[in-house]
T-cell receptor, first 109, second 118 residues
Framework: DAKTTQPPSMDCAEGRAANLPCNHS???????VYWYRQIHSQGPQYIIH???NNETNEMASLIITEDRKSSTLILPHATLRDTAVYYC??????????FGKGTRLSVIA | SAVISQKPSRDICQRGTSLTIQCQVD?????MFWYRQQPGQSLTLIAT?????????ESGFVIDKFPISRPNLTFSTLTVSNMSPEDSSIYLC???????????????FGPGTRLTVL
């Protein structure tokens, strides 16, 4: 079973930051927070992951609360190509991803 | 990263028949996974396929319905047997592989096989 809770959908204006929340209140100490996205008709794509520190890469930033019970994925300047379903997943390393329902992000021109 | 191809990319099949989906990876990987994505739904893990051992199936999936082969470290097949319209889904192959030079294994996905059962 998925161990995360995400809003089913969100809208974001093109060029603005998209902030996608995720609750994972039952996360264990050895579980990482992963974000993947699935653009229509494609396989899921890795975005970013973290354990307890905030992380940033060329795609996004991940902010994890100090108690690790929630996190936020930030797309700093959303484009139309960022329209996708975003999945927040907690897992122990080297175990298969278990997907929840995700958040459908619509970037609007 | 990993380059994963699947064949066929899509197919339309008659109920009662079987379809074998192939997954080819551009490098050797230990862990491979098969997922199903029903229309409008999220991905569901079917099984884990490791070379040299029997596949491990998730709850609700059985070997007779979804036999899996893993003959080597770059290839796997998933067969959908005795198909019914409820098997209409996208089937995705996935592998665990090191991401760049990070030393961390991450999961990569193939493009999927879109199956329609009439």
């Amino acid at each position: 079973d998925a161990k995360t809770t995400q809003p089913p959908s969100m809208d974001c204006a093109e060029g603005r930051a998209a902030n996608l929340p995720c609750n994972h209140s039952t996360i264990s100490g050895n579980e990482y927070v992963y974000w993947y996205r699935q653009i229509h008709s494609q396989g899921p794509q890795y975005i970013i992951h973290g354990l307890k520190n905030n992380e940033t890469n060329e795609m996004a930033s991940l902010i994890i609360t100090e108690d690790r019970k929630s996190s936020t994925l930030i797309l700093p300047h959303a484009t139309l190509r960022d329209t996708a379903v975003y999945y927040c997943i907690v897992r122990v390393r080297d175990t298969p991803l278990v997907f929840g329902k995700g958040t459908r992000l619509s970037v609007i021109a | 990263s990993a380059v994963i191809s699947q064949k066929p990319s899509r197919d339309i099949c008659q109920r009662g028949t079987s379809l074998t989906i192939q997954c080819q990876v551009d490098s050797q990987v230990t862990m491979m996974f098969w997922y199903r994505q029903q229309p409008g739904q999220s991905l569901t893990l079917i099984a884990t396929a490791n070379q040299g051992s029997e596949a491990t199936y998730e709850s609700g999936f059985v070997i007779d319905k979804f036999p899996i082969s893993r003959p080597n470290l770059t290839f796997s097949t998933l067969t959908v047997s005795n198909m019914s319209p409820e098997d209409s889904s996208i089937y995705l192959c996935s592998v665990l592989k090191r991401r760049g030079t990070s030393g961390v294994n991450e999961q990569f996905f193939g493009p999927g096989t879109r199956l329609t059962v009439l």
